[in-house]
């Protein structure tokens, strides 16, 4: 596999369920991304991390907790979500430095939140 | 913090016509300026980007100009074809990781 890969692709859940999205980057970046993709709002930044450290969380609600073991793999465990919250996870890396900006984005998770 | 807004909505062109999709962004203090392209059901690539100190990017059909006055940045593509047809994203940060996205264009280009 190659880039960023994401699973599950889909995902339908309670409000009470407790589920994990998971991302994995095969592209030797050393940065990862949480992003959250709703109809006709813009593209919103969850979760930055650098080096497996969390270095930017956007004021996101406690029931979305991220987890990062190390620099390819990246988890947002999902509790207690509200139909709200129903939406595309995208997860992105990128080559943290001072050259490029360029995220490389995963084909996202569809969350349902019933 | 930054706000991002991006318009218009939605634009179609003939195939051959040039497309153009502005955004206007608030803090001054951004320096970084990338559009991403994203197909039905696909995800978001990112098509050309700009820094602060560079007024204007070419990349074949595709361009891109910012002006740091008004604070406002631009995409310009050229001879459109029906492959363009995808949402644009436009967005601005300090840096390279904070990106604040706009909402989107829809492009239809028709043959």
């Known amino acids: 596999e190659t880039g960023v890969t994401q699973t599950p692709r889909h995902l339908v859940m309670g409000m009470t369920n407790k589920k994990s999205l998971k991302c994995e980057q095969h592209l030797g970046h050393n940065a990862m991304y949480w992003y959250k993709q709703s109809a006709k709002k813009p593209l919103e930044l969850m979760f930055v991390?650098?080096?497996?450290?969390?270095?930017e969380n956007n004021s996101v609600p406690s029931r979305f907790s991220p987890e990062c073991p190390n620099s390819s793999h990246l988890f947002l465990h999902l509790h207690t979500l509200q139909p709200e919250d129903s939406a595309l996870y995208l997860c992105a890396s990128s080559q943290a430095d001072l050259y490029t900006g360029e995220l490389f984005f995963g084909e996202g998770s569809r969350l349902t939140v019933l | 913090g930054e706000n991002v807004e991006q318009h218009p909505s939605t634009l179609s062109v003939q195939e051959g016509d040039s497309a153009v999709i502005k955004c206007t962004y608030s803090d001054s203090a951004s320096n970084y300026f990338p559009w991403y392209k994203q197909e039905l059901g696909k995800r978001p690539q990112l098509i050309i980007d700009?820094?602060?100190?560079?007024g204007e990017k070419k990349d074949q059909r595709i361009a891109v100009t910012l002006n740091k006055t008004a604070k406002h940045f631009s995409l310009h593509i050229t001879e459109t074809q029906p492959e363009d047809s995808a949402v644009y994203f436009c967005?601005?940060?300090?840096?390279?990781?904070?990106?604040?996205f706009g909402t989107g264009t829809r492009l239809l280009v028709s043959p």
């Open positions: 991390y650098n080096f497996k450290e969390q270095t």
């Open positions: 967005a601005a940060s300090k840096g390279f990781q904070k990106l604040v």
């Open positions: 700009i820094r602060s100190n560079v």
